[in-house]
């Protein structure tokens, strides 16, 4: 499990200033925590964890000595420039469940020749921390045209250590009949004065 270095906030500087000196300004909550404690992190440190990890995601805190098994609970980005806002970590206890989100991955998508339309690639759960599953890959080599693959169908969601909050039947992705193509385009009426 992967750990890093967090400190207290600053709360001399506004998070505008901090961004601007390299720092992102996060905070961590729940679990053995009695109150959200404020946190910053160098830009580095933050880039990566939006690079390498998603929400749902374990990690370690080492905040000031103190390590806190937590996960990410929301990552906020400026969408127009890529700048990282703050990041919001969910402490995590051993005997408490925790809610999260599963990642579908596909794996070998490439090798299809129909198109796959992905309806669920976020599965919502809740799980003692120690049962949490960050992804699940689904190897898509060899899947015939009209394959549908719902909830109930994944091994890993039939295990009674997931409260999966979604119905069996929902359905993850389907391959498609048609052949994928330029989106039809729409005619224009023109009214007649």
């Known amino acids: 499990m992967n750990t890093i270095k967090v400190d207290k906030r600053d709360f001399t500087r506004k998070p505008k200033q901090l961004r ?14 009695e109150t959200p404690v404020s946190l910053q992190m160098p830009e580095a440190t933050a880039s990566r964890l939006f690079r390498d990890l998603r929400e749902g995601s374990r990690l370690q805190l080492d905040l000031e000595g103190q390590i806190l098994p937590v996960q990410i609970k929301e990552k906020s980005i400026n969408t127009l420039n890529g700048e990282i806002l703050h990041i919001s970590f969910q402490a995590l206890k051993a005997d408490q469940k925790v809610n999260s989100v599963i990642h579908i991955l596909l794996e070998n998508a490439e090798k299809l020749t129909k198109p ?21 890959t689904i190897d898509m080599d060899g899947m015939a045209v009209g394959t549908i693959l719902t909830v109930g169908d994944i091994p890993e969601l039939k ?35």
Do not use: H
């Not at 601007?20 to 996060?26: A, D």
């Not at 385009?185 to 009214?191: D, G, R, Y």
């Open 159 to 193: 295990s009674d250590r997931l409260e999966v909050k979604v119905d069996p039947d929902e359905i993850v992705l389907r391959i498609s009949d048609k052949t994928a193509g330029p989106a039809p385009v729409a005619e224009e009426t023109v009214e007649e004065a």
């Open 116 to 136: 796959v339309e992905k309806m669920l690639m976020e599965i919502p759960y809740a799980s003692l921390p120690g049962d949490m599953i960050d992804t699940i």
């Open 20 to 33: 601007r000196s390299g720092i992102v300004p996060g905070n961590v909550f729940g679990g053995t925590l």
